[in-house]
């Protein structure tokens, strides 16, 4: 399968939940347009109370579809844009990616690859043992977070589901992602 998004959401307000949109305009250097999380400097509300000057790394928040499938699997209600992603993709391993990776989304918009979604206790209070289904181990015990990566909008643009995504790796050496 060719990697495609599959929804897009956004959402004005700080909650949980982010409402599945036709699309959604990506607007360089911001995020989402409309979206609470859109901005040049942080606006995730623990990390504004922590120092509201430092660069917003966060900008856009990706999930693989293959993440609902197996939540799912495993008895939780989520779908697109319940566990606060603005892009579900599908076909991708969007945790496998190198930092700064770039992705071209349909015919304009360019994101750059900062990290891992860290999962927080809000997923607990949307569906209790909701953190502990989006952490795991890999096998050598290191822990894996699954529960999406975060991007900033390098071009900005229109996105929809259906749009194809295309993969520029950075150069060599590539980095794992870490927390952001």
Do not use: W
């Not at 529960?147 to 950075?170: N, S």
């Amino acid at each position: 399968m060719r990697p495609i998004v599959t929804a897009v959401a956004a959402s004005a307000g700080h909650g949980f939940s982010k409402v599945v949109q036709p699309d959604i305009v990506l607007l360089q250097g911001l995020g989402v347009q409309g979206d609470a999380h859109a901005g040049v400097t942080v606006k995730h509300r623990s990390r504004v109370k922590a120092d509201p000057t430092q660069p917003n790394l966060r900008q856009v928040h990706l999930i693989h579809g293959e993440l609902h499938d197996e939540l799912q699997a495993a008895g939780f209600n989520v779908a697109e844009g319940t566990l606060g992603e603005n892009i579900t993709t599908r076909g991708l391993d969007l945790l496998g990616l190198p930092r700064d990776a770039c992705l071209h989304i349909g015919p304009q918009a360019v994101l750059r690859i900062t990290g891992l979604r860290n999962p927080c206790s809000q997923l607990d209070h949307y569906q209790k043992g909701l953190t502990a289904a989006v952490l795991g181990r890999d096998a050598a015990g290191n822990l894996v977070r699954k529960a999406g990566i975060m991007a900033v909008v390098l071009q900005g643009g229109r996105v929809r589901a259906g749009d194809a995504i295309r993969v520029e790796l950075p150069e060599l050496p590539h980095f794992a992602l870490e927390r952001v």
